[in-house]
């Protein structure tokens, strides 16, 4: 039911009520509409299950593993990821309030400052792109936990049936994820506890120094912003998929306050943890050994429940990675049902991980860091409209449906910030000249990028509209529903 204490009335061109409510094994009716107040349920902990359980993963382990190759000190290391964290979980916690409050997805909300088909462009490439490409991430360490698990089981075979699974609670939808999320938070933290436990008390060899002998020592300060950059970039790649997790609970001021804090406490609590363990499982590991390899050796009797767990947390990352993928694969407005684009999202992301095994650890980084470089400024034009464009107000939410606004100012701000961002790219295929003439600076991109497209924002977003037509280019419901309540009001 709606609450009493709602920001503002209930907007114009919402969906029809479906009847949806908490129903767990009903494939959910919804696409990127708006959520009806008659559908908005659950309760704002049920943010922290979701993201801790998604950041109960290898991955993270996998970033922490780096430390050492940048010749940092545990200190530098444990400040470093706590410090990434820190700053990525809070802004989280910010977009998770914004679904909870407008009841629309994230990547329908960029809509507001980008334009209609402004938002094409950042939503085709960095979220379809990110969601695929986390996807088949998850994918390859789950599939290489159960080779080592199960070697008679061929890769190609186990990935497969560890997509189709995936497939079909992401069919399924939004109450399914919840229902499953809290249940993998709690098996996933036991397992978890097992893993630091076991690993580090049979690799501990002290605390470690800096080493400016490193093959990846760029000094202190730049490896420690570098390494910092790795747990914020992770966090980045999730900013324009927060808001599709909360945006059915309900509109309250005090939900939405805890909504943030949860959102905020699972991510960062995750992160600082694994990265932690994976430094220290990194600084124990033999020359040459991967992450996974490393874990099975340290875990020694207990390598079997260690891999298990690390297959396990493939999905809790999964249902989100490729749920949101559905989510920005309609806001392109390409006609197919959910369950048509998670289908698609799987097959490619299975394609993926049979491509990106082999050298899986390079080809992370370099996808983990483009993603994050495009979607800093697009994270920094979506925030600044929500507290200074009034996109809180939801009368205005017939807006994101409406195909007449071509282009906003916003999108403007986000090509400038994404261009000058590129002046300081560090990419395996390419290094920007101010990270080439200043490699000791370590990777500013995604502050650079965040912040000239703040400013290019701030700067423009009181200008008239930048490209809009008289007529729709889509009809939308919600537009048509909009203007049939203002010509009532007007006779």
């Not at 907007?11 to 029809?16: H, I, L, N, S, T």
């Not at 800096?210 to 790795?230: K, R």
């Not at 000239?452 to 529903?481: C, G, M, N, Q, S």
Request: overall charge positive; some cysteine; hydrophobic content about 50%.
């Amino acid at each position: 039911m709606p609450s009493n204490d709602a920001a503002s009335p209930v907007p114009a061109g919402e969906a029809p009520d479906l009847h949806y409510r908490d129903r767990i094994a009903v494939v959910e009716p919804y696409g990127v509409d708006a959520i009806p107040d008659s559908e908005r349920h659950g309760k704002p902990v049920s943010q922290f299950f979701i993201w801790f359980a998604a950041g109960m993963n290898f991955p993270i382990m996998v970033l922490g593993f780096v430390a050492s190759g940048f010749g940092l000190s545990l200190t530098s290391a444990v400040t470093a990821i706590i410090g990434g964290s820190l700053l990525g979980a809070v802004l989280m916690g910010v977009f998770s309030r914004m679904g909870g409050r407008l009841g629309v997805a994230q990547q329908i909300q960029a809509r507001g400052p980008l334009g209609f088909f402004g938002n094409f462009i950042p939503v085709a490439y960095v979220n379809v792109f990110a969601g695929i490409g986390w996807a088949a991430v998850t994918v390859i360490l789950g599939g290489q936990a159960l080779k080592a698990l199960a070697p008679g089981i061929p890769y190609w075979l186990g990935t497969l049936v560890l997509v189709v699974l995936q497939l079909v609670v992401a069919v399924f939808g939004y109450n399914m994820i919840h229902y499953l999320e809290r249940i993998l938070a709690v098996v996933l933290f036991f397992g978890f506890v097992m893993i630091t436990v076991v690993s580090v008390s049979r690799g501990w060899t002290g605390s470690f120094q800096s080493n400016p002998h490193a093959s990846g020592w760029i000094g202190g300060t730049g490896g420690w912003i570098t390494f910092a950059g790795y747990f914020l970039s992770f966090l980045i790649a999730w900013w324009p998929f927060a808001s599709d997790y909360s945006r059915y609970l309900p509109d309250s001021n005090r939900v939405n306050r805890a909504t943030g804090i949860w959102t905020f406490a699972g991510n960062f609590l995750s992160l600082s943890w694994l990265g932690i363990a994976g430094a220290l499982l990194g600084n124990s590991a033999a020359s040459g050994e991967s992450p996974i390899e490393a874990l099975d050796r340290l875990t020694g009797p207990f390598h079997i429940p260690a891999l298990l767990v690390i297959l396990i947390s493939s999905f809790s990352q999964n249902f989100l990675n490729v749920y949101g993928g559905a989510i920005s694969v309609q806001t392109l407005r390409i006609p197919i049902s959910r369950r048509t684009a998670v289908t698609a999202i799987c097959a490619v992301a299975y394609a993926i991980s049979l491509w990106a095994d082999e050298g899986f650890e390079a080809k992370f980084k370099t996808f983990l860091f483009l993603g994050a470089y495009l979607i800093a400024p697009f994270g920094a034009v979506l925030l600044l409209d929500y507290a200074l464009g009034h996109r809180r107000d939801r009368s205005r939410i017939a807006e994101l449906y409406d195909s007449r606004r071509i282009l906003e100012w916003g999108f403007v701000a986000w090509v400038v910030g994404a261009a000058v961002s590129a002046l300081f790219w560090n990419l395996s295929f390419y290094v920007g000249p101010m990270a080439k003439a200043h490699p000791e600076w370590g990777d500013l991109s995604y502050f650079v990028g965040f912040g000239v497209a703040a400013i290019v924002f701030v700067l423009t977003y009181r200008l008239p509209p930048l490209w809009h037509r008289e007529k729709p280019v889509f009809d939308d419901p919600a537009v048509k529903a909009a203007e049939v309540k203002s010509k009532a009001r007007a006779s």
